[in-house]
C-alpha cells in the first residue's frame, strides 16, 4: 500500500483548499458592501469560485472513491482515526453542501449564476425572497462550520508535523517526505 496520496489526490485537496481560501474571506467582505457594480463583480467571483470547487469536489470524491488512500499510521490512537475519517468525510460533504447552499440561494434570490460568465446555471428554485434568506443563513453557517474544521484539519496535521513527529503531513506535502 502507497504511503502518501496520488499527485491526483494532492493537487485536488491544494486546489480545492486554494479556491475555498479565497472564497470564504471574498464572501465575508463582500457581504456587507452597499450595492454597486463593484459588489455585483465580486459576487460573480464568488461563483465561479463556488462552482468550480463544487465541480472540483465532485472529482475528488470520484477520485478517492476509486483509488485506497494511504492507511493512518499503526501508532494513531483510535479515537484519532475515528475523528481523521469523520473530518474527512464532514469536509467532503460541506465542499458539496457549501456552493450547492449558495447556488440555491442565488436562484431563490432571483440571481442567476453564471459561471465565468460564459455559462449560464439552470436556476434550481423558484424566486423566494423568504427562502432566499433562509439560505443565505444556511449558506453561512455551513461557511463557518467549514472554516472550524478546517482549523481542526490544520491544526491536527501540524501537530502530527511538528509534535508526533509523524509522516502524515508528507503524505500530502511532497517536500516533507522523508
Known amino acids: 500500500m502507497n504511503d502518501h496520496y496520488t499527485p491526483t489526490a494532492i493537487a485536488l485537496h491544494w486546489l480545492i483548499a486554494l479556491l475555498i481560501f479565497v472564497a470564504f ?58 475523528a481523521a475519517h469523520a473530518t474527512h468525510y464532514a469536509l467532503y460533504a460541506l465542499i458539496l453542501a457549501i456552493p450547492l447552499s449558495g447556488w440555491l440561494m442565488s436562484s431563490a434570490k ?27 443563513q444556511v449558506h453561512m453557517l455551513l461557511n463557518f462550520a467549514l472554516f472550524g474544521l478546517l482549523l481542526g484539519h490544520v491544526g491536527a496535521a501540524l501537530k502530527h508535523h511538528f509534535i508526533q513527529h509523524d509522516d502524515i503531513l508528507a503524505r500530502m506535502v511532497t517536500f516533507l517526505r522523508k
Open 110 to 136: 432571483g440571481f442567476q449564476t453564471v459561471w465565468f460568465g460564459v455559462l449560464p446555471l439552470p436556476d434550481l428554485l423558484d424566486k423566494s425572497e423568504d427562502l432566499g434568506k433562509q439560505l443565505q
Open 25 to 82: 474571506p471574498l464572501g465575508i467582505y463582500m457581504h456587507d458592501l452597499p450595492l454597486s457594480p463593484d459588489k455585483l463583480r465580486l459576487y460573480s467571483y464568488h461563483k465561479w469560485i463556488g462552482v468550480t470547487v463544487f465541480m472540483l469536489a465532485v472529482v475528488r470524491i470520484y477520485w478517492r472513491a476509486t483509488h485506497v488512500p494511504p492507511a493512518l499510521p499503526d501508532s494513531m490512537p483510535g479515537w484519532e482515526k475515528i
